[in-house]
């Protein structure tokens, strides 16, 4: 007997999930025996979810979110040794790793692709003791969009996180970075912005790392080298035509493992991860290579 398991963050995208969970359901059912329905109510919850229904080793976990409830769904996942594949609804405000996988961002179309979907291996990030599937950001930027609150998600979309992010912009601020790449590069440098990206498409820029695929067995680094307002306004055009690798801007390197830090002692600086708050620096990642099988449009 065949059995999915259905998680649902229903607040997430201006809460919709309610409005397509029963479609899921139906569609779902066309596929499997069993459907067992678990809804979000706190943050954690889809960790849980998704842990639990490795250990009953169900054949597949779908999940209706956005992408920090994705990030939860793998990040439960990711422990096991038995893992489930994995299905994307999007319903969040950016869905990168959505972007990334060509999965339709209209939820009704993301679900009536399922029944015809095939699978691909999906590459996982680990930072310190948690997992991201998308994106690490340290700096002015990712300080300000986290701050972004739900009902300004909800009333604006996407476009929230780009007024907070243009609040930020115009901010010189930079902090002393000390990179250390597979063990055998050392980089310090000063940057407003630093990413480490799994993906292509990066807080809704489908094209901003175009190398990067989800499955090449790397970890992407951009940091940002200049300060001033004229630097910034300099990169725009390369990071939508996908140009930010070889800009004059920007350091870029791949790598699989590394450790991120800031040299001074008296600095705390907190990243983001998926979107959501994530550890204080130092971070330590790598990358697990197609460690995530993942339903993706035929």
């Known amino acids: 007997m065949t059995k999915a398991v259905l998680i649902v963050n229903p607040s997430s995208g201006g809460e919709k999930g309610k409005e397509y969970t029963e479609f899921a359901l139906e569609i779902l059912k066309s596929m499997y025996d069993d459907v067992v329905l678990k809804e979000t109510a706190k943050g954690g919850d889809a ?98 969009v986290k701050d972004v609150d739900i009902d300004q998600k909800t009333r604006l979309g996407s476009l929230s996180y780009l007024i907070e992010g243009a609040k930020a912009f115009n901010d010189s601020q930079s902090y002393p970075f000390e990179l250390i790449l597979d063990d055998d590069e050392v980089i310090e440098q000063e940057s407003s912005l630093v990413l480490i990206v799994l993906t292509n498409s990066v807080g809704g820029f489908e094209n901003m790392l175009p190398d990067a695929k989800i499955d090449d067995g790397y970890l992407h680094l951009v940091a940002l080298k200049g300060k001033t307002l004229m630097d910034k306004v300099k990169l725009i055009p390369k990071v939508i035509s996908g140009n930010v690798t070889n800009a004059d801007q920007t350091l870029y390197r791949k790598f699989k493992s590394g450790k991120i830090a800031v040299t001074e002692e008296a600095i705390e600086l907190v990243s983001n991860i998926d979107g959501d708050q994530g550890d204080n620096l130092p971070l330590t990642v790598k990358v697990l290579p197609s460690h995530i099988t993942i339903f993706v449009p035929a």
């Open 47 to 144: 960790e849980e979810f998704s842990e639990a229904a490795a250990k009953e080793r169900v054949e597949a976990v779908i999940v209706m979110g956005g992408d920090g409830t994705v990030n939860e769904c793998i990040s439960g996942l990711a422990e096991e040794e038995y893992r489930p594949k994995l299905g994307i609804i999007p319903l969040g405000t950016v869905n990168d790793l959505g972007r990334a996988l060509g999965i339709p961002l209209n939820p009704e179309a993301a679900i009536q692709m399922l029944p015809d979907a095939v699978t691909k291996k999906l590459d996982v990030g680990k930072v310190n003791d948690g997992y991201f599937i998308n994106v690490i950001a340290i700096g002015k930027i990712p300080e300000a």
